[in-house]
């Protein structure tokens, strides 16, 4: 009977301790059969502190019940004097329907409870087997074996053990239960037991100590025969034993089963036989066996059975786990088997499943064991089959990030125990997180979640695997880490014998020096170390895949100098994408990119980011060099420091252009040369402009402030107005000014005159980068003309004086710097000279044809060899520029497609026209494509200008790299320059002059 005033004060405060049906609690604390338990509070705090305070309740009714009445108070006063037993008993029940229906059955193992000493906190095999001793049937052994499992779960539930530890103690339970099923196999049949050694190996996550509470436990049998005994009877004889283990363990019963024992990872699967010799299993591994067989053998452990023969089968197969990297194809196989998983999961559940699903468990599990797969060959400490061990292992070694594998484990470890306690509730083998409230609110709060169970849960899940997909991809996917598999064992620790051969045979021309490099960054016991010892021996194949792998060596020791105490710089070449290979292309192609690294190697990060090799628009350059210009103290500091920006642009460009002509793994290669030339052009172009635009802001704030007494422009003139810059072209410019209403003329022009003068002095300051040149003598009179006009004194010269070569260069005039509305005026007056109505007549004709023929014969440098040089040579780009402005000149009033600064935008017109056949327009095309991209070449190469190939032959074999041509075949690329150009020459002989 419910005591009258009682129920309205009990039924809040079991909603206050979690109970959803507080009624249903009220009935069943008003049992006679808890009468002594009823009116303790201690007892209702201890239930509202379970993960189900309903389903502990409704357990220790049951538990309660079934004791004889004459023991029901002691398990009453333990469970009222003794908190841990009543933490540990409501907890397990609270968390496991399972274990209470074992509890309603076996009334007395309660008592596995109650012992609360350090001994018993962290039980190993011996004290599981201790428990399992008194089994003498499969049924008994069900019964011993829950028994274990409660206590365990206790522990597991009360935070007695962590995760980890739970696992290890499930792994350990399963070893001593099957060697005592083994010994009920052998009692059953003595004569077999006699004939045979037999040895079980465990193998999947009992093997690797971390076991779940419902999964298969996954063994390989190795048989041998007693001494005497006939090798196919002991043979015979060890499979009767092993199958009988099998199904006392895996037989359901009046007490249900263990687990299932599965055997299939052994040789040959289910189609194999089920116990195999020593050699017989050695014989498959080392003929026939799958990448997947070695990855799994990596958990392998002797855990039952003859421990000598046992022994000896981890030491024969162990050798062969650490070589499996090796076998052709290693880590693409272990990636596409993890792909071919997550295929496989129906797709209603694959949201749901916590160990296959993206994000899961496995993914953690399968990055892990690739990564110690790969780098295990050399390393033995990464020779662990315990997921979590092995992760502390590859973080401590700099395989992995310590910040990563922190983040790994956190995730893994909440995975982990949602699967545990997924499993506790009825002991079934699931993976899936539930659907109902019900069951995520018990999971939530059985994992410490108590505000918000369900939306609690649902959040941390989501985060963690969120975390594991991530990582998972940057781990699991990373080029480095096939690298590193493609090496030979030799190649990965070297002795300094070994090493110097090694260098010597992949082309080092200086192995002592580049040993001394070695030394140098990989020596010592520090983490960076470590790091370096991973990413060398890759490192040292990709520099060697180069035309000059010293120079790639000695600069990555200067970089990793530069950046010994940045935190970021190996890790980033070690986890992000194609990092480390992007930069051995880099050091390696040349000395323009390393040098501007090594001047700013924070630049560096560019190579890891999938977004930092496109280039930067002009708009947001001037922007970012302006800002910097208007944070610095004077014009020096502001120059420098759009210096800086333009230094690293710079190296953006080229290292992209470099990465894109090489080709990486990550980044194949560019196939159209000439989207690399206006790529080039384009960047380079655009860059100049914003220094330019900053060197103006600097030179107009030293003396005037905000603003000059005039209106200023900088007009962008030949390659730099047609945006066709190489790496070493100087800046063609116009300047021209307009004073501003109600200042003097003669003021106006002192203070245009005076910020040319300052913006030449200051981007001729020293510097160690590449110069921007400014070059103004393409003005009116050239260098006998005034430095800077006003637009009217423009257009007077240009009306009254100017020639034909002048309305020539105008061709490729366009406003780069300073005030835009005064640069569009300029072009406006340009337009009628270079676009004449009606075209050229034909005195101009002959003319400019009369100014190309002085040019090839007085300007060409003595001594050059005018098929092979790029810019004034034959079929070079003198040759197809002037050929093509000659088309703009005579054709641009009636085509507008061919009123453009832009050589190949001009060419495509002209093409579009009918101006030029299919034919010819490609041939030029092509030559001016190849002119180009041999200057680039040899400023990236050589780091200085130049207009013709190398005559070293290192640098002569780089440029060749650079252009697509391998090893050896630099007689090819002159062969096939001069024979494109041959070809570009006939045309302009053709079209220019009119042969």
């Known amino acids: 009977m419910t005591v009258p005033g009682r129920r309205s004060s009990t039924f809040s405060r079991l909603l206050r301790h979690g109970f959803t049906d507080p009624s249903a609690a009220e009935r069943l ?168 050694r037999l040895a079980v190996i465990a193998m999947g996550k009992c093997g690797g100590h971390e076991l779940n509470y419902v999964s298969d436990v996954d063994v390989i049998f190795v048989g041998e025969p007693a001494e005497g005994a006939d090798e196919g009877k002991a043979v015979q004889a060890a499979t009767r034993l092993a199958s009988h283990l099998m199904r006392i363990c895996s037989e359901t019963t009046v007490e249900g089963t263990i687990w299932p024992v599965d055997a299939n990872l052994r040789p040959e699967g289910r189609n194999g036989p089920l116990v195999r010799t020593l050699s017989s299993h050695l014989a498959y591994y080392q003929r026939w066996a799958k990448t997947w067989e070695f990855q799994a053998l990596l958990k392998a452990r002797a855990v039952a059975g003859d421990p000598e023969l046992g022994a000896a089968y981890i030491d024969a197969v162990s050798p062969l786990v650490w070589q499996a990297a090796e076998r052709e194809n290693f880590v693409p196989d272990v990636q596409k088997m993890r792909r071919r998983v997550i295929d496989n999961i129906p797709a209603a559940q694959v949201e749901r499943e916590l160990k296959l699903g993206p994000g899961g468990l496995r993914d953690v599990e399968f990055a892990v064991q690739l990564l110690q797969l790969v780098h295990g060959r050399s390393d033995a400490t990464l020779h662990s089959g315990t997921t979590l061990d092995a992760l502390a292992a590859l973080a401590a070694g700099g395989y992995v990030g310590r910040a990563d594998a922190a983040q790994l484990d956190d995730a893994y470890r909440f995975l982990r125990a949602m699967e545990h306690r997924i499993q506790l509730y009825r002991l079934r083998r699931t993976h899936l997180v539930p659907e109902g409230e019900a069951d995520l609110r018990r999971l939530g709060r059985s994992l410490g979640l108590r505000t918000d169970p369900v939306a609690e849960l649902n959040k941390e899940w989501k985060r963690h695997a969120a975390v594991v997909r991530r990582l998972h991809e940057k781990l699991f996917y990373r080029p480095l880490l096939d690298a590193v598999a493609q090496l030979a064992p030799g190649e990965i620790r070297l002795s300094p014998k070994a090493a110097g051969q090694r260098l010597e045979a992949l082309g080092y021309a200086d192995p002592s020096a580049a040993l001394r490099h070695l030394e140098a960054l990989s020596s010592g016991v520090s983490r960076k170390a470590a790091i370096q010892r991973t990413l060398l021996p890759v490192l040292l194949g990709w520099f060697a895949d180069s035309a000059d792998p010293d120079a790639g060596l000695l600069g990555f020791r200067k970089v990793s100098d530069a950046l010994g105490k940045t935190p970021w710089y190996l890790r980033l070449l070690r986890d992000e994408g194609a990092a480390a290979e992007n930069l051995a292309r880099v050091l390696s192609a040349g000395r323009l990119a390393p040098d501007l690294l090594l001047r700013a190697p924070e630049a560096v990060a560019l190579l890891g980011d999938p977004e930092g090799l496109k280039p930067r628009g002009r708009d947001h350059l001037e922007q970012e060099v302006l800002a910097a210009v208007g944070r610095a103290d004077g014009a020096e500091q502001a120059v420098a420091a759009a210096r800086g920006v333009r230094r690293r642009e710079l190296f953006r460009t080229a290292a992209a252009d470099l990465i894109r002509s090489y080709g990486t793994e990550d980044s194949p290669r560019e196939p159209d040369p000439g989207a690399l030339v206006d790529r080039v052009g384009k960047a380079v172009t655009d860059l100049n402009a914003a220094t330019l635009a900053g060197a103006l802001r600097a030179a107009v704030r030293a003396e005037w402030g905000d603003e000059l007494p005039t209106r200023f422009a900088v007009i962008g003139m030949g390659r730099f107005g047609g945006h066709e810059l190489g790496y070493g072209s100087d800046a063609d410019v116009l300047f021209v000014h307009e004073p501003r209403e109600g200042v003097d003329e003669q003021e106006a022009a002192r203070a245009a005159n005076r910020v040319v003068t300052e913006m030449r002095r200051l981007l001729q300051l020293p510097t160690a980068d590449p110069p921007l040149l400014i070059d103004a003598d393409l003005r009116p009179e050239g260098k006998s003309g005034p430095m800077v006009r006003t637009l009217k004194s423009y257009e007077a010269y240009y009306r009254r004086w100017s020639l034909v070569w002048e309305a020539q260069a105008l061709l490729r005039a366009e406003p780069m710097a300073g005030d835009a509305e005064l640069g569009a005026r300029f072009i406006e007056l340009a337009d009628p000279l270079r676009y004449p109505v009606e075209g050229l007549g034909e005195d101009a004709v002959r003319e400019i044809r009369r100014l190309k023929a002085r040019m090839e014969t007085e300007r060409l440098p003595r001594g050059a060899d005018p098929t092979l040089h790029a810019k004034l040579g034959r079929g070079g780009l003198s040759d197809v520029e002037w050929t093509v402005q000659l088309l703009q000149m005579r054709h641009g009033w009636a085509e507008p497609g061919l009123r453009t600064t832009r050589t190949r935008e001009a060419l495509a017109a002209a093409h579009a026209a009918g101006l030029l056949a299919t034919e010819e327009a490609q041939i030029l095309d092509e030559a001016w494509v190849l002119a180009t991209r041999v200057r680039n070449a040899v400023m990236l190469v050589r780091g200085r200008a130049g207009d013709t190939f190398p005559s070293e032959p290192r640098e002569l074999a780089a440029v060749g790299r650079y252009l697509g041509y391998g090893p050896g075949h630099v007689g090819e690329m002159v062969d096939d320059y001069r024979r494109i150009t041959r070809r570009a020459r006939a045309v302009v002989e053709e079209r220019f002059y009119g042969a």
């Open 29 to 196: 604390l008003d049992l006679e059969e808890l009468a002594a338990l009823r009116d303790d509070s201690v007892l209702l705090d201890a239930l509202g502190g379970t993960a189900d305070p309903d389903l502990a309740l409704r357990g220790l009714v049951r538990l309660v019940e079934a004791q004889p009445e004459a023991e029901r108070p002691a398990l009453t006063t333990t469970l009222l004097s003794a908190k841990p037993f009543r933490d540990r008993l409501l907890g397990v029940l609270g968390a496991s329907e399972a274990l209470a229906d074992h509890l309603a059955r076996h009334p007395h193992d309660w008592q596995a409870l109650v012992t609360y000493e350090a001994a018993d906190l962290h039980p190993g095999v011996a004290d599981f087997e201790r428990g399992l001793a008194e089994a003498d049937d499969p049924v008994s052994l069900r019964v011993a074996y829950r028994r274990c499992l409660l206590a365990l779960a206790a522990r597991d539930v009360c935070g007695t053990t962590h995760v980890a530890q739970t696992a290890a103690e499930l792994a350990d339970l399963a070893t001593a239960t099957l060697r005592a099923a083994l010994a009920l196999a052998k009692a059953a049949a003595p004569e077999d037991a006699a004939q045979c």
